[in-house]
């Protein structure tokens, strides 16, 4: 008799059955995972010295501004980030 998790996993299969990755695949994927999270991390760098100067001069408005800026183009990058990723798992499919 079949667990309830494996019945689900098996309806799950069938509606979208899973693919496999080459090797090329997964190195592109990897990369492209790679270069958006080192251009993450060099903009949240430069957008948090600037919240900090903000801080510092009591500007509590440019503190608000800047921390939604910071938001918004992580949630960006990280989108485009896994637009990247699909077209190349798509492409193998």
């Keep these: ?4 998790y494996e019945l689900a996993m098996e309806r799950l299969e069938k509606q979208s ?3 496999k990755l080459s090797e090329e ?3 592109e994927i990897a990369e ?3 270069t958006f999270k080192a251009r993450i991390a060099e903009r949240e760098l430069f957008l948090h010295e600037q919240i900090t100067k903000a801080q510092a001069a009591g500007n509590f408005t440019d503190v608000e ?3 939604k800026q910071l938001g ?3 949630r960006r990058w990280q989108a485009d980030c896994e637009e990247k ?4 798992r798509n492409r193998g499919a």
């Design 1 to 4: 008799m079949k667990s309830a």
């Design 17 to 19: 059955p899973t693919t």
């Design 25 to 27: 695949q997964k190195r």
């Design 32 to 34: 492209i995972d790679s």
């Design 65 to 67: 501004q800047l921390e």
């Design 72 to 74: 918004s183009e992580v």
């Design 85 to 88: 990723k699909e077209k190349v």
